[in-house]
């Protein structure tokens, strides 16, 4: 649990961040700060060393955005922020090029068939509504 100052004009907020490995981390940082500077913050070796673009960061329920600063979020003193760690991400265009080959073989042969091969169009019929000599 380690602290972190930065050294401007702004109002420090101290805060913890709980990770997925339910480590807590005490971080002081200002107002002024933004998401993704926490961000690299917790990038450290220091503390997660999960980079910053695989890093969630929620609070009172809202997914933190980068751009904005601790001080939209209206972060209370020693109140949580839940980091969460999401997937690495694949470039690989396979898996586009196989889902868009697989969106045929999805659908039906049947679909634009008609009424002769519903087996319940009889059902349907004006007769099974009281109507019986239409």
């Not at 490995?21 to 990038?43: C, F, P, R």
């Not at 910053?52 to 209370?76: C, F, H, P």
């Amino acid at each position: 649990m380690a602290d972190n100052t930065e050294g401007s004009g702004d109002a420090q907020i101290t805060f913890k961040v709980k990770t997925g490995g339910d480590k807590i981390h005490t971080i002081t940082m200002s107002e002024g700060a933004t998401v993704i500077e926490l961000k690299t913050t917790l990038a450290g070796e220091a503390y997660e060393n999960v980079p910053a673009e695989r890093q969630r960061l929620i609070y009172s329920g809202r997914v933190m955005k980068n751009d904005d600063t601790l001080a939209t979020y209206k972060i209370k003193p020693n109140n949580t922020i839940h980091m969460v760690k999401s997937a690495a991400s694949n470039p690989t265009p396979q898996p586009a090029n196989a889902s868009s080959n697989a969106a045929p073989a999805a659908v039906p042969s049947n679909m634009g068939a008609g009424v002769g091969s519903n087996p319940l169009a009889g059902l349907t019929g004006a007769r099974y509504a009281g109507h019986v000599n239409l």
